[in-house]
Nanobody, 124 residues
Framework: QVQLVESGGGTVQAGGSLRLSCAVSGGTFFTYAMGWFRQAPGKEREFVTAISWDTITRYTDSVKGRFTISRDNAKNAVYLQMNSLKPVDAAVYYC??????????????????WGQGTQVTVSS
């Protein structure tokens, strides 16, 4: 059973930073592609960033230059460093794992396992 647990969410002022973590248990983490998605109230879940097993990364345009995804295979964890946060970044952030780790997938249907989400609130 593969389980993903996000942490690090919270409330921050616009321009501030947060670092999200996602701990993965079960499965073979080092073979997975990992992704971060987010969902704001009344909106569909959207892709934020992803990293392949060999650390190829992909970002949605709105976060390029501000967000950084990374992974630590020794700790079975993936991280999302978020800088220069804006109110539009406020959402529940979800971590996801894809068994096909070759590609940093940018669509939710490519992911096999999901975390419960962590809330990010950005005040203006």
């Amino acid at each position: 059973q593969v389980q993903l647990v996000e942490s690090g969410g919270g409330t921050v002022q616009a321009g501030g930073s947060l670092r999200l973590s996602c701990a993965v248990s079960g499965g073979t983490f080092f073979t997975y592609a990992m992704g971060w998605f987010r969902q704001a109230p009344g909106k569909e879940r959207e892709f934020v960033t992803a990293i392949s097993w060999d650390t190829i990364t992909r970002y949605t345009d709105s976060v390029k230059g501000r967000f950084t995804i990374s992974r630590d295979n020794a700790k079975n964890a993936v991280y999302l460093q978020m800088n220069s946060l804006k109110p539009v970044d406020a959402a529940v952030y979800y971590c996801a794992a894809a068994q096909n780790g070759i590609i940093a997938h940018d669509t939710a249907d490519r992911y096999d396992y999901w975390g419960q989400g962590t809330q990010v609130t950005v005040s203006s």
